[in-house]
């Protein structure tokens, strides 16, 4: 209820938090072998710090919410998904889980993905965002708004406009990719 949080810490096993409408200067979510199965729901929140949050085989949902240097680390079939949201300096580590992040911002978004699925839709890619995909992984942009663009891949190729450019592509101008 609008009110405003200098430091929380949680452990859940098997449990849902919920944050609504309240600002965390410092957000903790316990480590992996204390928290599993547990989601994490943000609506019209502000977190300024996530130290570390672990998600295993959990949720993160967040809707009208910002987001500000989060260390963020999900695996075994997590699920992370942002909808008018802001996500600025941050890092996201993905090992088997999907990120879906819709009519939002982006700004410095570290993502390490190891057999993971990303799709980024309607969405404004601000200052340099790095997404690096390894093993199986997938990665899905339409309709995103960029300042530059440089999509490189070391081990596949990149297609841009339905058109194939072997491992790399450089753009430096303002444009939507549809």
Known sequence: MNKSLDNVNVRLAEGNIKINDVTINNF????????????????????????????????????????????????AYSQITATNSTILKSSFNLDESKMSIKQSN???????????????????????????????????GSGLSVEGLDLTSEHGYVRYFDKKYGNAIRIRLMLIIC
Do not use: C, Q
């Open 28 to 75: 903790i979510k316990s480590a992996k072998d204390l928290d599993y199965d547990s989601n994490v729901y943000m609506n019209d929140a502000t977190v300024n710090n996530i130290e570390k949050m672990n998600l295993y085989d959990a949720k993160l949902t967040m809707k009208n919410s910002k987001i500000s240097n989060a260390n963020l680390v999900a695996s």
């Open 106 to 140: 982006l700004d410095t978004l570290k993502s390490l993905n190891n057999h993971s699925k990303i799709s980024i839709s309607k969405t404004t890619l601000m200052n340099h965002n790095d997404f690096r995909m390894f093993g199986t992984g997938h990665f899905v």
